[in-house]
């Protein structure tokens, strides 16, 4: 019997650079990615089933009456979630897998699933995060100012994770590192090793 995978949730506000850093420590390191599902419409470049599974309304919210999501919330008037069975299936593997996910899908996991461990990825200042928001060029000025409100929830909430990095300009390949090292004490843990003392005298 495989010993289950572990779970690890990354959130953080738009413009906190948690894409990119997904990315590179999954080049680092060999973590499953779950792949969340919204209605939002796709940004150039992006693939579905890739980036995210893009649905339509009608679509995610028979998902929803079907229980065949994790966690969902509605974000900048679309819904953002996270398909409940290959999560499942993932760590029942022995495999561990991240969720990058909002913060309110994020408190809906934990409170599922308490052994979660929460990392919340934090920008170093207002100013550098609108900058970074207003450098994608791909929102109206009205969708700007909606995430930047979004923010301040979400910021306000990072006191219910388990850790928080802050992604410093150009600070991309030390943030990735940062969440490395959480992963790595994480796998150390003794509530996670119980067998040890099993196996020591087999």
């Given amino acids: 019997m495989n010993k289950k995978g572990l779970l690890f949730i990354i959130s953080g506000p738009a413009g906190s650079g948690k894409g990119t850093i997904v990315s590179r420590v999954r080049e680092l390191a060999p973590f499953e990615f779950s792949v969340s599902a919204t209605t939002r419409n796709p940004r150039p470049g992006e693939i579905d089933g890739v980036h995210y599974h893009f649905l339509t309304k009608e679509q995610f919210e028979e998902k929803i009456h079907a229980g065949e999501m994790l966690e969902h919330a509605k974000y900048s008037s679309n819904y953002y979630g996270t398909p409940k069975a290959p999560v499942e299936k993932i760590l029942n593997e022995g495999k561990n ?3 990058e ?3 309110q899908g994020a408190l809906q996991v934990k409170e599922k699933m308490p052994e979660a461990v929460m990392i919340f990825i934090m920008p170093p200042n207002y100013e550098t995060l609108l900058s970074r928001i207003r450098g994608r060029g791909t929102e109206t000025e009205e969708v ?3 995430r930047m409100k979004q923010s301040h929830f979400e910021i306000d909430h990072f006191g219910n994770y388990d850790y928080v990095v802050v992604n410093e300009t150009n600070g991309i390949e030390k943030a990735a590192e940062d969440i490395l090292s959480i992963m790595r004490v994480e796998n150390l843990r003794t509530l996670r090793n119980g067998d040890l003392a099993e196996k ?3």
Avoid: M, N, R
């Fill in 144 to 146: 700007i100012q909606e």
């Fill in 200 to 202: 020591f005298y087999k």
């Fill in 97 to 99: 897998i991240i969720l």
């Fill in 101 to 103: 996910i909002e913060v």
